[in-house]
């Protein structure tokens, strides 16, 4: 299909839509061990756990690197981990933190594990600048594993890169890679995790070919690793085609999408929000590429699994209205378009405040897409309300 200027430009602004959809997903992917003893402690088994996360990976713990913790705060953290209490989480966290820094046997293996959960907590409280310091404060510790000294940094690089430190992100994610491939081997799949990380400071950066090369082979690691419904081969190809949309290829991104959005279904206990924001992705794949009625299905699918299955305050549902929005303006259905988006941004404001960075970023999309589609009074409203917020305390 030939692209048109005005395709052109939205799929240049989803790209930034989406690439911050991916980058707020962060997935808790701590999987317990029977045989460590029941309630006496927990560990993160060596087989048969794969971990793995939408975009940038951060992830509680590893599946190749074994912390055995005997507190029983921290199995008690460990638990609320699994089942998303994140609050109640972090208080067992620091109880366990306080009680290991006070033992009389150093343990800097475990303390750094528990710093990594501290990490993972403070994420998913929207607080990425506390979650730096404690991945930095267990990297600080010695002696550590390779393999745990590989997931710190590699956590480090995905905060880095959410905060927009791209520059730093792309120093401590390299670093990552080459922890990873000394800990683990250059063909096992930990190295795809940090991988990604560094594909996405390429995708923020504009630099769409080197982020394509490295999902690539992201994606075919993924495919020799595990079946092909798993939800780790789901997520390589959701992030591949990401990269396919955004340089254009919508039947290449409509095909991936689609096999990805099998596999997330197939999984759904670790796909709550995957499911719709590949829904809604692929709507706006479908709508690119001229197919409006599939394009309309899966817009209708999007909003009604975010209605049903999602919170109202679950981040991820300004992030489905707003790529649905941008369906609608593919269509040049422009009313339907802002309407949505309008509800976007009333979404990031009840989550984050209405001055928020989150906010503001999204005002400042919204603005570049109005603009870009014609409608020049209402953008310039737009980015003086954003220059506005810009400008608070």
Aim: charged share 25%; net charge neutral; glycine share 6%.
């Amino acid at each position: 299909m030939q692209v048109d200027g005005t395709h052109q430009d939205a799929a240049h602004h989803i790209s930034q839509a989406m690439l911050h959809t991916l980058k707020t997903l962060v997935i808790v992917t701590i999987l317990a061990d029977s045989s460590a003893g029941g309630t006496d402690g927990f560990s993160i088994p060596s087989q048969n756990s794969p971990t793995s996360s939408t975009g940038t990976a951060i992830r509680a713990e590893l599946s190749k690197h074994t912390c055995h913790v005997t507190s029983t705060d921290a199995v008690e953290a460990y638990r609320l981990l699994q089942t998303g209490n994140f609050t109640e989480a972090r208080v067992k966290l620091q109880s366990a933190l306080r009680i290991a820094e006070a033992s009389a046997v150093p343990e800097p293996i475990n303390r750094a594990c528990l710093m990594n959960m501290m990490g993972f907590v403070e994420l998913q409280h929207r607080r990425p600048d506390l979650a730096i310091g404690w991945f930095e404060r267990g990297l600080e510790l010695k002696p550590l594993s390779d393999s745990l000294a590989a997931l710190l940094t590699s956590n480090l690089a995905s905060t880095l890169c959410d905060l927009n430190q791209l520059d730093r992100a792309e120093e401590i994610a390299r670093r990552a890679i080459r922890l990873s491939e000394r800990a683990f081997g250059s063909d096992d799949p930990e190295v795809t995790f940090p991988q990604t990380t560094l594909a996405f400071i390429y995708v923020a950066r504009g630099e769409y070919a080197s982020a394509e090369s490295i999902l690539r082979r992201v994606f075919d690691q993924a495919e020799r690793t595990w079946s092909p419904m798993s939800y780790e081969v789901s997520v390589a190809a959701n992030n591949l085609a990401f990269i396919y949309f955004v340089r254009g290829a919508y039947a290449g991104a409509r095909d991936l999408f689609q096999k990805s959005l099998a596999g997330l279904e197939s999984n759904p206990m670790r796909a709550r929000d995957e499911i719709p924001l590949t829904q809604a992705a692929l709507a706006a794949s479908c709508a690119a590429g001229g197919r409006d009625r599939e394009a309309n299905m899966w817009m209708e699918r999007a909003l009604a699994y975010a209605q049903q299955e999602l919170r109202s305050k679950d981040p991820a549902v300004p992030a489905i209205l707003e790529r649905v929005a941008v369906a609608r303006f593919f269509q040049r259905d422009y009313k339907s378009g802002r309407k949505l988006f309008d509800g976007a941004i009333t979404g990031l404001e009840a989550l984050y405040g209405s001055g928020s960075q989150q906010v503001q970023d999204a005002l400042g999309r919204y603005s570049d897409l109005l603009g870009k589609t014609g409608d020049k009074s209402l953008a310039k409203k737009v980015e003086q309300r954003r220059k506005a917020l810009a400008m608070l305390p």
